[in-house]
């Protein structure tokens, strides 16, 4: 399995981290969403036909399809199993892009201007658009809407190199680039909700500083990053996309990988725009998850990140990476609403029923000496009737190819799998190797991973750490 290296869950922009592993790995070749057969409903679920003439329908219930889709029970004998939340990313007070006004910049000679322009025209109509921004509003009940879309041709290439950091008051060439360009009106002066994107040929290396010696580079460790700046006294968004090539980003196409990337910077950099000084540090001012949730912090450390198409991209086994529509390939991105209604959080979500199995609250994060075992129960959730599915334990060092930190069994006999459905109580037991995390967060990530008949999968990551990995974790 090939190496990554994701981007640390707390450093003050998110960048979209190459997976661990290819694509093929983890299931992700492409899938027609709801959009494409039916639409979606407010929470980013599919719409069902069931009329027979095409109209749809809001339930998500309806749908059934593959041999992991629902099975014929009335649903009204059918209950969720409650569960174990969801993570919801919070608002941090500061600010959405509620009309964003997104401008496409790309250098004179790139030859893939014309499609890049395209589909960022496009991008905005979709009904993607609706679903990835659906209840994220702001402090006044405020919500994302509509945007629109412009263009900048920027003369002449780029550098070879440029560097961006998060660390305030330290130097950044790109932010010196983008200042000079809006200086000289190369781009244009930002208006209310702006953000620019900026597209660099994959022979310009971008360098991203996050303090601590850390230091990442475009097209091996992130296919893309979002990050804000002050320009004559106010804050502006950019996100900046490197044109890399297919096997960097899990085997898709050159030009599928660096748009796939632009739509997950987009959505993220709306959601969650500037970067504000506050109290001890620099943190998002938009959607993210809680840095002082232990409940939801496995999350943020399985996935490099806690904004919103952070948590969806390379979920392992899910293959819910990546949705089309109208043609064009999209990032899933997560939603609070379907998140709150037990669904599928990643949207626009597939077809089919969405289950998973959930650890209750002293099973999401705990101590663990090495050599130790810690026991807690988790309960399977299902959103529709559906067949029994498979459960087995992964750990986030073997997904990098290392050795297992952690062995995962089941019930009483401690065996490597089990059986469930929507409802059943199951005993986990978890003991700790001497392995560290390669990703050099504290403590070590495993996961739940609840896989269908269809092979459709579904994962709930769990995180434990020893005394000394994190003394300061309960």
């Known amino acids: 399995m090939k190496k990554c290296i994701a981007m640390p869950a707390y450093i003050a922009i998110a960048a979209l981290a190459w997976g661990c592993g290819e694509a093929a790995e983890v299931g992700t070749p492409l899938a027609t969403t709801a959009s494409d057969a039916g639409g979606l409903d407010s929470s980013g679920q599919p719409k069902t036909d069931t009329a027979g003439d095409g109209a749809g329908t809001a339930d998500p219930k309806a749908d059934a399809q593959g041999d992991a889709a629902a099975v014929p029970v009335d649903a009204a004998d059918f209950e969720v199993a409650s569960h174990t939340a969801l993570p919801q990313l919070v608002f941090g007070g500061e600010a959405i892009l509620r009309h964003p006004h997104v401008v496409t910049a790309t250098f004179d000679g790139d030859p893939y201007r014309e499609q890049i322009e395209a589909y960022n025209a496009k991008l905005l109509q979709l009904q993607w658009w609706a679903a990835v921004t659906a209840g994220y509003c702001d ?249 029994a599915w498979h459960v087995q334990g992964a750990d986030l060092n073997s997904l990098y190819g290392g050795p297992a930190a952690l062995d995962i069994t089941f019930g009483d006999d401690k065996v490597p799998d089990i059986t469930v459905s929507n409802g059943d109580v199951v005993t986990v037991h978890v003991t700790r190797y001497a392995a560290k995390s390669p990703t050099g967060n504290p403590g070590v990530i495993g996961f739940l991973v609840s896989t269908g008949a269809d092979g459709s999968s579904h994962a709930w990551p769990i995180w434990t750490y020893t005394k000394a990995e994190c003394p300061y974790c309960p």
């Not at 130097?171 to 680039?177: E, H, K, S, Y």
């Not at 097209?219 to 804050?235: D, V």
């Not at 890399?244 to 910077?265: D, I, R, T, V």
């Open 139 to 387: 402090a006044q009940g405020q919500c994302i809407e509509d945007g629109d879309a412009a263009v900048a041709h920027l003369a002449g290439k780029p550098s070879l190199s440029y560097t961006d950091t998060t660390v305030p008051g330290k130097a950044a060439t790109l932010q010196d680039f983008i200042e000079e360009r809006l200086d000289a009106s190369d781009l244009p002066a930002p208006v209310t909700d702006t953000v620019y994107v900026l597209y660099f040929p994959g022979t310009t290396k971008i360098s991203l500083s996050s303090g601590g010696g850390l230091v990442s580079n475009s097209c091996t460790a992130f296919g893309g990053y979002h990050h804000s700046m002050l320009y004559q006294g106010k804050p502006i968004a950019y996100a900046v996309v490197p044109e890399c090539g297919g096997a960097a980003g899990g085997g898709l196409p050159k030009l599928e990988n660096f748009l796939f990337a632009g739509s997950h910077e987009i959505i993220e950099a709306v959601t969650d725009p500037y970067f504000v000084p506050v109290k001890g540090g620099e943190l998002p001012g938009g959607y993210n998850l809680s840095t002082t949730d232990y409940n939801v912090i496995p999350w943020m450390l399985a996935y490099g990140g806690g904004e919103t198409a952070d948590l969806c991209p390379y979920i392992p086994g899910s293959g819910l990476g990546y949705a089309q529509e109208a043609g064009l390939i999209v990032t899933r991105s997560w939603s609070n609403l379907a998140a709150k209604g037990s669904h599928n959080p990643c949207v626009p979500a597939p077809p089919g029923p969405y289950f998973n199995l959930a650890p209750e609250k002293k099973g999401t994060h705990f101590k663990l000496a090495v050599d130790g075992e810690y026991t807690f129960v988790a309960r399977a959730f299902s959103d529709q009737p559906m067949a």
